[in-house]
């Protein structure tokens, strides 16, 4: 019970058709009462004014009055309705073999009397010649009949009333729908698109939140914005220093020098390439992060491969990699060419780094049910499942890792899968003797 209440507590549509409903069902009934107790006065009082005509028929014309005896042999369809007409006893004459038994001294109009133990409704009318007649009926009768009458009126409430309800709660559900589509698209948007929202349909009620929202998101994308032009600002700064610093090692390379020093120098070499590929990634990651400046063309998958393998082979040679493509199918993909390309490169430099000498690294392209997939498996050390997660991370990398590396490459791939509407898993390969990873992207619906 509480999680209902606090349900219903919770839910603005929820309140709002339980109230509606429920002040309908208590006008309802409160029309019903008043109805049916309408009505049944009105039967009653129908019947005693045809008690009133009948006696008025038998003054008026002056009709014999049937005989005790009569009353009681004749038969009728129904004994409990009928009307019995019969004339009082005069007062100081014993009463006849009456249907009734009815006292002399009852006044003119209409009244209520217990006679045997049953109940009836009287009428007593004096007629012209100075002698009483008396047209009684049963209550109970009466009751039945006043009750049926009061039925059939309350019957359209009865069924109008659970129909009234169910049109309430679906045009209260009505009403919420484009709050409900709402909150869907905002639930299906990226974290990228932080465009305002547009929902016409909105109620004017529902209007302020959206313009608050509207704003908060165009204050988050100012701030990302800034942050992103930050981050690829500071790159393109340090790359003049760090090229004037790559072309003076260059040429201190060729003067004479110590071994000790030529050592050094190479250490010195080596750190400063690693800080021109981690600005190359800061970059490309600020880049990708972008929202796209022209729409999506169509992209061949296979082409763009192939041109990755084309420029990291030399990577491949120089370790000893026997790296192919195992099922080359090929697809039209709605995509930017050049973040498809960095997305591939990404991948395959990755599983080439971290592939020790003489390895192995297999593609894959398959074109099946719709959807178009593509696997990039190695032989390397694979990654713990805890830790498939936060690779996507920027600046993450497994510890124990002795690659060199920026920590961005996962996270460039996982935005541009995005932002193109695909997905990216990670998974350790089953069975392999080496170990090895499993990178499964899939790139939805294809055009062949």
Known sequence: MDGIEGKVGRSLQ????????????????????FSFVSAFRE?????????????????????????????KAEPVSDADSRVIVQPLPRPGKPPDHAALALPSHLPDGVQTLAI?????????KTLARGSQVAIAQQTAVRDEIASDSALHTITPFAVLVPVLLLVVGLLVKEMFLPVKMLASELDRRSHQDLGALRHPTLPSEIMPFVVAINRLLA????????QRRFVANAAHELRSPLTALSLQAERLEATEMSDLARERLGTLRSGIQRARALLDQLLTLARVQEAPAVENSSVSLRRTLRQVLEDLMPLATSKAIDIGVLEDADAELRASEIDLYTLLKNLVDNALRYTPEGGRVDLSVLTANGQTILKVEDTGPGIAADERERVFDPFYRVLGSKETGS???????RTIADRIGATVALENIDGALSGG?????NFGEFRQ
Not at 116 to 124: A, H, K, L, N, Q
Not at 219 to 226: G, Q, T
Not at 437 to 441: D, K, N, P, T
Request: net charge negative; with cysteine; glycine share 8%.
């Open 116 to 124: 045997d133990g049953e109940t009836w409704r009287v009428f007593v």
């Open 437 to 441: 990873l499993r990178v499964i992207v």
């Open 407 to 413: 920590g961005l490459g996962l996270s460039i791939v």
């Open 219 to 226: 204050r988050v994308e100012n701030a990302v914005a800034l």
């Open 43 to 71: 039967a009653n009082e129908l019947q005693d004014d045809q008690l009133r005509q009948i006696a008025a028929l038998v003054g008026h014309h002056a009709l014999p009055l049937p005989a005790a005896a009569a009353q």
């Open 14 to 33: 929820l309140r709002l058709s339980v109230w509606l409903c429920g002040v309908i069902l208590l006008v309802a009934v409160a029309g019903g009462i």
